[in-house]
């Protein structure tokens, strides 16, 4: 089967440490202990492991932490199975390839404030964000933890807690928060940010609507559903370095076309907000419908797992 070239990154674990309930802390080096490639505040990447899967996870460290990606992985039973791999099968001293770390926010220099808001392990990609802002002494930030008893990853919170910067709600002692009330009105000056179930993103993007998108960041960690795209027409899919084309049906996915023809893209949300199954584009006009890419980046890439064509012959540079 062809494949996509992805660049992976070696890396070794280091420490497997508790995170609490459910939780590990996974320290990942390279294996020469030089340092690992640059990622902005909570950036992701992807673990390719060895059972074949391919699986998304936030950095959690300072991005100034040069020698380390530190990942909090929750286990879950129902899950798809990566998290299962990494608590029962990972070992200190595995070899585990990683993509170049993506995505993440910008926490420009002219934005003095911060209210982000967290559930549970959603909280992952604002520690990165903390540990920045802390070190530079940017301190007008608050992480909101919205969490069912005691929070997860404890040890890593307890120095942001005592500090004030990080303020738990207990839903099974004050009920649901009002997410309006913990990010205030827009501001010019301030910037928030929400990672957490689907149902706590919807809230916080109901509170956020009179803020600039630039103003804000959501991160998620399950794809939402894909409605189906009533306009979807069936089109003609050119492979430009390969000089195929290959037809794809109005109710069929590009990727579904592509692993049909024998052409093996990695994957690991399938649902547009990972980027693991990005790949470039030449011609034509791609429908995007994912939640990952910016603007700039839809100019010239795609991620097939979600996207389509709304014209009749697009080239992906494949
Ligand atoms: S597999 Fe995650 S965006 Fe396509």
Redesign the pocket.
């Known amino acids: 089967m062809a494949a996509v070239r992805v660049t992976t990154v070696k890396t070794v674990v280091d420490r497997i440490e508790d995170g609490g309930e459910g939780i590990k802390l996974f320290t990942l080096i390279d294996p020469e202990r030089w340092e690992l490639p640059p990622f902005k505040p909570g950036a992701h990447i992807d673990l390719h492991l060895a059972n074949g899967l391919i699986r ?1 996870y936030s950095l959690c460290n300072d991005p100034a932490d040069k020698t380390r990606y530190m990942l909090a992985v929750k286990r879950e039973a129902d899950g798809r199975g990566g998290s299962i791999h990494l608590h029962d099968e990972v070992r200190q001293g595995d070899v585990i390839g990683v993509s170049l770390p993506r995505g993440g926010m910008s926490l420009p220099a002219h934005l003095s404030r911060f209210a982000f808001v967290a559930g549970g392990i959603g909280v992952t990609p604002f520690l990165s964000a903390a540990a920045l802002l802390k070190r530079t002494g940017r301190n007008g930030f608050t992480l909101h933890m919205i969490t069912r008893g005691p929070p997860p990853l404890a040890d890593l919170l307890a120095p942001m807690i005592e500090s004030g910067h990080v303020v738990i709600h207990d839903t099974a002692v004050v009920g649901r928060p009002d997410l309006a009330a913990l990010i205030g009105p827009a501001a010019t000056d301030a910037g928030i940010g929400c990672c957490g179930p689907e149902s706590m993103i919807g809230d916080f993007e109901q509170a956020a609507c009179a803020w600039s998108a630039e103003q804000v960041h959501v991160e998620r960690f399950v ?1 939402p559903p894909l409605p189906a795209d009533p306009q979807a027409r069936p089109y003609t899919l050119v492979l430009a370095r390969s000089g195929r084309d290959i037809a794809v049906g109005a109710s069929e996915s590009m ?1 579904q076309a592509l692993t049909a023809l024998g052409i093996d893209v ?13 790949v470039g584009w030449l011609e034509g006009e791609p429908v995007h419908r ?1 939640r ?1 890419l910016s603007p700039a980046e839809r100019s010239r890439s795609l ?4 996207a389509g064509s709304a014209s009749e012959r697009l080239v992906l540079d494949l």
């Open positions: 998304t794809a990727l990695p994957t690991s949300c399938c649902g547009g907000i990972c980027g693991a199954c990005k994912d990952a991620l097939v797992c979600v």
